[in-house]
Every structure is written in C-alpha cells, then in structure tokens.
C-alpha cells in the first residue's frame, strides 16, 4: 500500500513567541507602558439545533461571542496607571454626580480601541488585531505584602470588553 506524500510543506516553520508583542490603548498611556501580559481572547460560534427525525443536528449559528481581553501590568509607584483604569471605571459607572459623567465622558469617552501587534521571530510587527469600541469592566486588587523575600513589583490585572476585533497582515 503506498504513503501518502504531502505536497504543501510549511514556508514558515518558526513558533510564535510569547514576548513578541506590542499592546497599545489609546486612552491609557501609562499603563501601556508597564505592560507585562495580554491574551488574544478567543471567539466562539453559538450553534443552532435543527430537528430531524432521527436526532438533533447542529449547524452554525449567527452569533460570534468574543471572550474578554485581559492585560497585565506592573504598577508604578505613583499608582498612574492602575488611576487611569480606575478613573475610567468610576467615571462609567459611578461617579458621585451627573456633570462628574458628563466631564469625564467629554474629555476621556466611554470607549477606546486598542491594538495588539504580534512581531514575528525577527521581532518585526507580523500581524495587527484592532480592537473596537474598548472598556474596562474590572481591575484586580493590588496586593501589599510586607513579608514577600523578593522586590519584584507588584502586579495588577484588568480585563476589557470590545464590540469586536479584526486583523490585519502587515
């Protein structure tokens, strides 16, 4: 019985690496420089059941469901970073008076859009996934330990939500 030979070998045979990337949100300037982490968040399809007489089939649906996007960072010692997304925060969702909104959604507004740059094995910008329509929808705790035999710096995670993203192919 003869092997099957594959005719399409790979061109490109370098792995992705996990520090070949570069994260910009555009309202945050501080905390995109103490940047640590960030995950291209994954997307699902919801499925539809369509009867038969013999068993339920599934086909796909309509409805793309995007997973939150979650970045890591070190806070400096001023705390501006983790104040950028507080403020964004409180500005959104519960500021002490009407005009509090008002200003902030003037100045700041509600969304941002933010680019994820993937490089490639030559550390040059591979792949572009732009993020639409950004918010904050949670920020860690920051945790003070005064026992911790290491000075690494303390680390604070947030996690946004998008109205959807796309790539681009540089």
């Not at 911790?148 to 540089?170: M, N, P, W």
């Amino acid at each position: 019985m003869p092997t099957k030979v594959f005719s399409q070998q790979p061109d490109n045979i370098n792995f992705l690496s996990p520090v070949g990337f570069k994260f910009n949100i555009e309202t945050l300037p501080q905390t995109n420089w103490f940047l640590t982490s960030v995950n291209l968040p994954g997307i699902s399809l919801a499925e539809v059941n369509q009867p038969t007489p013999f068993m339920q089939a599934q086909i796909p649906g309509n409805d793309l469901v995007f997973d939150p996007l979650t970045i890591t960072f070190l806070v400096d010692e001023n705390l501006n970073n983790w104040r950028e997304l507080y403020d964004w925060m409180i500005g959104l969702g519960f500021p002490n008076e009407y005009n509090e909104y008002k200003a902030y959604k003037a100045s700041k507004g509600i969304y941002s859009d933010a680019t994820l740059s993937i490089l490639n094995s030559n550390m040059n910008v591979n792949y572009i996934m732009l993020f639409k329509d950004l918010f904050p929808t949670s920020i860690s705790e920051v945790a003070f330990d005064s026992a911790s035999a290491d000075i690494e710096g303390i680390k604070a995670t947030a996690t946004f939500r998008y109205l959807t993203y796309s790539y681009e192919k540089v």
